[in-house]
């Protein structure tokens, strides 16, 4: 009875030995595939995992005064799916004990140890192995201990050895004077450990502690080292806090050699309802900031609640203490070139009849720019489904409240309060099959402001002047029309299916003078293909545009055999059978191509050809047919095998973007040297102003067990603090350096794929958007 208890033992404490090293190895499948899996005896598969037998074979035994017995000659000692072999081996009936040496093997399923002997006591329950090789089966992961000794309070191991390299590979290991490992608390405590690469010792640790399962354990997280112009020498280092079950937090100690010390914290929570994350960044005496300016902050809130099946809640807000933090000190939220914050809590409810959503809603404008309304709140009511009338007729409705705040409004008389209440039921008349789709929909759109104009007195100081109050009235009519067609044709030989789609769109809007409305969130929207048959150019509710128009489009997509789309282009145009009228102030639709000059066309057109199975080509484009003029266009020219060899070549033009014209030229891509070395490098033009926007350069060695990456940037740094006084400012650059180090197997090498890199500039690599993505 006694050698099955202590059989039990051994699985037990040799399962917790590996469960250790399976935590240690989370991306063990980076490594398996250049891992060789040692090799099973026939003995070990052959057993049954439900067999409670202990069964002892050799090729002698004998008795020995009654007590002791003794087994020498291939000796196998086998207890469900355990296996033992030693030459030799005895066990005494006196001190329960067993014996065995000679080099022994010990095999399970996820382990495989050879030791010189064994010793076990099956009264302490306690069992010894000298001078233990071990290796785990199913993981990359061997090591060695000078003596290896399991017990009722855990696993300890001697003088101790981990890699996760291949064998006759020792590009890293960690060595330990002692490392205990408790299979009951699920932890682990290494003492004197040192980790050493290719034999070289680099880092030393007096203690540290890891978990033996799916526990998580507070502790240092790998360090972040780099340099660059603004913030020079750049080092962080993680702590992580497990604080509860569903709660733990990361502080961040970051020296930065010509800033100062910057102290990041991290708070995440997860309930059964909702999660989120809370972010404090204090900087607080920045050394290259004049007197006054040198505390910096960030502060970032992500909140997302499912509180039923119809309730839902969000939170998006972040915080900077000046326009130049995010340029100048860098966030993990936000791009270096962002000039707004968007910052929003919303509240949802999803009904049977009624959809709402309730919302607050502001931006934090980074630079010398117009301070936007906010809207506390924004309150939107709509029809959760349409309602049916009489036959296929179908009516809905729309409605929205809102109210606008804004202290310092660009134009001195525009108003600091407004009200702004919207009603749109529309009439809906659908026809839809297989092959046919029309839509004859007339809707009235009624929209009621009420504000107070300031007025400026004698002495030049604004003051609230008397109540205004307008109201809005427009009747809209659209019909749209789609057609779907297939047909079935050869590619390379195979059957494959071509389909043609064309559309068309009547929309009719009358003009409304709407000059005496401020703009409170409307905007110009961009035109692109699908942007065609928008209802309305402008976002927000403040500028409803006139039309009387007809646009026809028309879209051809290619499938190979296996349903693979290979061809995609899309045409359409916009027919004005009278001019637009509409225009946001101060637009002057002769110098920008946005709303259109008497018999303006709108031209679109957008096209994907992934040819061969790597090569993707992507292109769009918007024309002025009349004044012939381009307004935007885009192409990308990709080629993808895998992530370890990509590239891609780009060019984008827009003739407005903040009354500027945007043209660049922009090549990135990654190639491997050999097996190991790894190059990637990006680099992006400003073909317009004719100068460097940004160039990266990487190399990275990976083997099986560890890799190295190191990246060198340079990169216009933005300047959002210029006085607008309309001179051009100088631009300068940033120059930096990177350097990533990761031990596979021990440590966390997430984002350490060469696409990870491309992924991380001003202009980042994106992956061509195909149906079948």
Not at 161 to 170: A, K, L, R, S
Request: with cysteine; net charge negative; hydrophobic share 35%.
């Amino acid at each position: 009875m006694k050698k099955t208890v202590l059989s039990q033992f051994m699985v037990t404490l040799f399962g917790s030995l590996t469960s250790s090293f399976v935590m240690a190895s989370a991306d063990a499948d980076a490594v398996r595939q250049c891992y060789v899996t040692p090799t099973v005896p026939s003995a070990l598969t052959a057993l049954d995992s439900q067999d409670k037998r202990v069964v002892i074979r050799s090729d002698h035994a004998s008795m020995q005064q009654g007590h002791n017995a003794r087994f020498d000659g291939n000796v196998s000692l086998s207890y469900r799916d355990t296996l033992l072999t030693a030459p030799r081996a005895e066990f005494s009936q006196t001190d329960q004990s067993l014996l065995a040496d000679g080099g022994i093997e010990y095999f399970t399923q996820a382990l495989r140890v050879r030791s010189s002997s064994l010793k076990a006591s099956l009264a302490q329950n306690e069992l010894t192995l000298t001078d233990a090789d071990y290796r785990l089966m199913q993981q990359a992961g061997r090591g060695h201990a000078k003596q290896l000794t399991a017990n009722d309070a855990g696993l300890t191991l001697e003088k101790a050895v981990f890699t996760t390299c291949p064998e006759q590979d020792n590009g890293w290991a960690l060595q330990a004077q002692r490392i205990n490992l408790n299979s009951e608390s699920g932890w682990g405590e290494a003492w004197n450990s040192t980790i050493h690469i290719k034999g070289v010792p680099v880092l030393y640790l007096p203690y540290m502690t890891f978990p033996v399962n799916d526990e998580r354990k507070s502790g240092l997280l790998i360090p972040q080292i780099g340099s660059s112009q603004k913030r020079g020498i750049d080092v962080a280092l993680p702590y992580y806090l497990n604080l509860a079950e569903n709660y733990d937090a990361t502080i961040t100690p970051r020296l930065m050699t010509t800033r100062g010390t910057q102290l990041k914290t991290e708070l995440r929570y997860l309930t059964a309802q909702q999660q989120g994350e809370f972010h404090v960044e204090y900087l607080n005496n920045d050394r290259k900031k004049p007197v006054g300016q040198q505390q910096r902050y960030l502060t970032h809130w992500t909140h997302q609640a499912d509180m039923s099946d119809r309730w839902r809640a969000n939170v998006d807000f972040t915080d900077v203490s000046d326009d130049s933090y995010l340029n100048e000190l860098g966030s993990d939220f936000n791009s270096p070139s962002d000039t707004q914050l968007y910052r929003q809590a919303g509240l949802n409810y999803f009904g049977d009849w009624v959809n709402s959503d309730i919302r607050l809603q502001g931006f934090e404008i980074l630079g010398r720019y117009n301070t936007p309304y906010t809207a506390l709140p924004i309150v939107s009511l709509s029809a959760a489904q349409p309602f049916k009338l009489a036959g296929p007729l179908e009516f809905s409705w729309a409605s929205q409240y809102a109210h606008f705040r804004n202290d310092m409004p660009s134009i001195a008389t525009d108003p600091t309060r407004a009200h702004r209440a919207h009603l749109e039921p529309t009439l809906r008349l659908p026809y839809i099959s297989s092959a046919f789709e029309s839509v004859l929909e007339g809707s009235w759109l009624y929209t009621r402001y009420q504000w107070q104009t300031p007025q400026s007195g004698v002495t030049g100081a604004i003051t609230e002047g008397s109540d205004t109050t307008l109201a809005r009235s427009v009747p809209k009519v659209r019909w749209l029309n789609k057609l779907h067609f297939e047909r079935e044709y050869s590619w390379f030989g195979e059957q494959a299916i071509q389909t043609l789609e064309p559309q068309a769109q009547y929309l009719y809007i009358p003009y409304r003078d709407q000059q005496q409305i401020p703009l409170f969130d409307t905007a110009r929207l961009q035109d692109d293909y699908f942007g065609l048959f928008r209802e309305n150019r402008f976002s927000g509710l403040d500028r409803i545009n006139d039309a009387n128009q007809v646009t026809l489009g028309v879209t051809t997509r290619f499938y190979d055999q296996f349903q693979t789309e290979r061809v995609r282009f899309s045409i359409g145009q916009i027919v004005y059978i009278e001019s637009p009228q509409t225009i946001i102030d101060n637009e002057n639709p002769k110098d920008n191509g946005t709303i259109g000059s008497a018999n303006e066309s709108v031209f679109a057109a957008e096209a994907l050809l992934h040819f061969q199975q790597r090569w993707y080509l992507n292109s769009g484009v918007q024309y002025d047919a009349d004044s012939n003029r381009l307004l935007k266009s885009g192409v990308t020219l990709d080629y993808r095998s895998d992530d370890k060899a990509l590239f891609q070549l780009n060019h984008r033009y827009s003739r407005s973007v903040s009354d500027y014209t945007i043209a660049q030229l922009g090549a990135l891509g990654t190639m491997p040297i050999n097996e190991t070395w790894q190059m990637v490098a990006s680099y992006h033009r400003d073909v317009e102003r004719d100068r460097m926007l940004e160039a990266n350069v990487g190399l990275q060695y990976q083997s099986c067990c560890w890799a190295v990456r190191l990246v060198a940037r340079r990169q216009i740094e933005a300047n959002l603090e210029f006085s607008n006084n309309g001179l051009q400012q100088p631009v300068k650059m940033d120059t930096g350096f990177a350097l990533q180090f990761v031990l596979k197997g021990f440590g966390d090498s997430a984002g350490f794929d060469v696409s990870d890199m491309l992924s991380n500039g001003i202009f980042g690599y994106r992956r061509p958007y195909l149906l079948n993505n």
